[in-house]
């Protein structure tokens, strides 16, 4: 017979097998009898809060790093929250250089021992989502602190269209951290909502396929001429022992471009000019 414990821990990995919440798919109804939808596909992304005090001899940091969406980046070492975070707070002390991490815990996410059990919410009954000011209620579970007491999130999600969609999205604000809560509100254009018969907002991170190829052909000249310098730089150093300018690979070509070019349009002026004169029909003199 399988364990209470065994299905917990089925339910959570079926959860991070699925990814992103429901509420943050593109087309999310948040009141089934509003044909109002949400698209907050956008905030699926580690956003990191810092909150620093001077607390003498050195200096407090409190670092919060939220994705209301989906999972943090898995665990890398013991200052990284456990695999299934999705909201973490460390405590970090610092004194000069020198860093020291005293806390690391988990607020919310999906673990063995305790589910996310995330709650979407309208604070109201609207009848229009995408006024100013709609607010949503999103909280999530599933942390605990080291005395193993439970902890929690309440993300209250406002409508503000004055936003542009086409930007980074805005960062949450902290409210504050008692009992176990961590309270945050978040103004964004991402939380107003828009009509199912509409073509849901382009979001900034969608281009059109033109631009997308220039953009990669810009990145790939970069790359080359970056490569092409550094390599060239390297071989001279160690070919020829080169140094200063002689380090700059066909140096005399590059020195003498500006001269080439500057040539160059002067024949194809010069050229130019002599045809409009050719051609205006007087005489020239003998």
Not at 58 to 80: F, H
Request: charged content about 20%.
């Amino acid at each position: 017979m399988v364990s209470s414990l065994s299905l917990a821990w089925l339910a959570s990995s079926l959860t991070l097998c699925l990814g992103a919440q429901s509420y943050c798919e593109r087309g999310y109804r948040p009141l089934p009898a509003v044909d109002g939808q949400l698209d907050l596909s956008r905030l699926n992304k580690k956003i990191e809060l810092v909150q620093e005090s001077n607390t003498h001899p050195g200096k407090t940091s409190n670092q919060w790093q939220i994705n209301i969406c989906d999972t943090l980046p898995a665990q890398t070492n013991e200052n990284d929250c456990e695999t299934g975070t999705y909201i973490c707070h460390r405590v970090v002390y610092r004194k000069g250089t020198e860093d020291y991490v005293a806390t690391v815990q988990s607020i919310a996410g999906e673990f063995k021992d305790s589910g996310l059990k995330s709650e979407f919410r309208a604070i109201e009954n609207y009848d229009d989502l995408s006024r100013a000011g709609t607010q949503f209620s999103l909280t999530l579970n599933g942390g605990q602190n080291e005395a193993g007491q439970a902890q929690s999130a309440s993300i209250a999600l406002e409508c503000d269209p004055s936003q542009d969609r086409n930007a980074e999205p805005s960062e949450p604000s902290f409210i504050s951290y008692q009992n176990n809560v961590l309270s945050l509100h978040w103004r964004t254009v991402f939380a107003c909502g828009f009509q199912p018969n509409q073509a849901p907002p382009k979001n900034g991170n969608e281009s059109s396929p033109s631009s997308s190829v220039v953009t990669q052909l810009v990145k790939m000249t970069f790359y080359f001429g970056l490569i092409y310098f550094i390599g060239g730089a390297v071989y001279n150093r160690i070919v020829y022992n080169a140094r200063g300018q002689d380090l700059i690979i066909h140096r005399d070509f590059w020195l003498d471009l500006p001269f080439v070019i500057k040539d160059t349009m002067s024949r194809i002026m010069d050229t130019i000019l002599s045809r409009r004169r050719g051609g205006s029909g007087g005489y020239v003199a003998v």
